[in-house]
C-alpha cells in the first residue's frame, strides 16, 4: 500500500511544464470549442436571434480559453523568475 501512495505522490513534470501545457490546451481549445459550438448551432436551424446569440456565447468562451492561456504564459514566466 505505501508503493501505492509513493507512485501517486511522484510527479512526472515540473511547475513550468505543467504551465506551458495548459497554456497549449487552452490554445487548441478555444478555436475548436468555437468550430463544434458553430456546427451545432448550424445543425439546429435556430432563427436569426438565436443564431446571433449562440454564436456570441461561444465566441465569448473561446475568447476567455485564449486568455486563460495567455495568463498561464504569464504564471510560467513568473514561477521561472
Excluded: Q
Amino acid at each position: 500500500m505505501k508503493t501505492l501512495a509513493r507512485l501517486a505522490a511522484t510527479r512526472i513534470g515540473n511547475e513550468s511544464l505543467d504551465f506551458r501545457l495548459a497554456e497549449w490546451i487552452c490554445y487548441a481549445a478555444g478555436p475548436a470549442l468555437l468550430i463544434v459550438a458553430i456546427r451545432g448551432l448550424v445543425r439546429m436551424e435556430p432563427t436569426r436571434v438565436e443564431l446571433m446569440i449562440g454564436i456570441l456565447a461561444a465566441s465569448g468562451v473561446a475568447i476567455s480559453l485564449v486568455t486563460m492561456g495567455l495568463v498561464h504564459r504569464g504564471l510560467a514566466e513568473l514561477r521561472r523568475r
